[in-house]
């Protein structure tokens, strides 16, 4: 069984920043791609940024230059920097990892973690 495990959310003023980090644990052969995600109140779960196993790494128009991606093999961990911090930002932020186990490659979500983003 694989397990996913967020922390680092919160409350901050506009313009502040936050780091999420999300641990990847159990049979784990190895992971490929890790992501964030977020869902606002009414709305639907959106791609924020994605990494690959090598690095390569994709964001939403709506972070670009606000929020990285930076990832740790060693520890099967992907962080979330988010700096400028807007209020649009507010949602329930989820990790994803596709994970292979043996052969085979799945999909994992964490739990969520909120992130608020208010004066």
């Known amino acids: 069984q694989v397990q996913l495990v967020e922390s680092g959310g919160g409350l901050v003023q506009p313009g502040g920043s936050l780091r999420l980090s999300c641990a990847a644990s159990?049979?784990?052969?190895?992971?490929?791609?890790m992501g964030w995600y977020r869902q606002a109140p009414g709305k639907q779960r959106e791609l924020v940024a994605a990494?690959?196993?090598?690095?390569?790494?994709n964001y939403a128009t709506s972070v670009k230059g606000r929020f990285t991606i930076p990832r740790d093999n060693a520890k099967n961990t992907v962080y979330l920097q988010m700096n400028s911090l807007k209020p649009e930002d507010t949602a329930i932020y989820y990790c994803n990892a596709l994970v292979v186990l043996t052969i085979h490659e799945y999909s994992y979500w964490g739990q969520g973690t909120q992130v608020t983003v208010s004066s």
């Open positions: 159990g049979s784990i052969f190895s992971i490929n791609g």
């Open positions: 990494i690959s196993r090598g690095g390569s790494t």
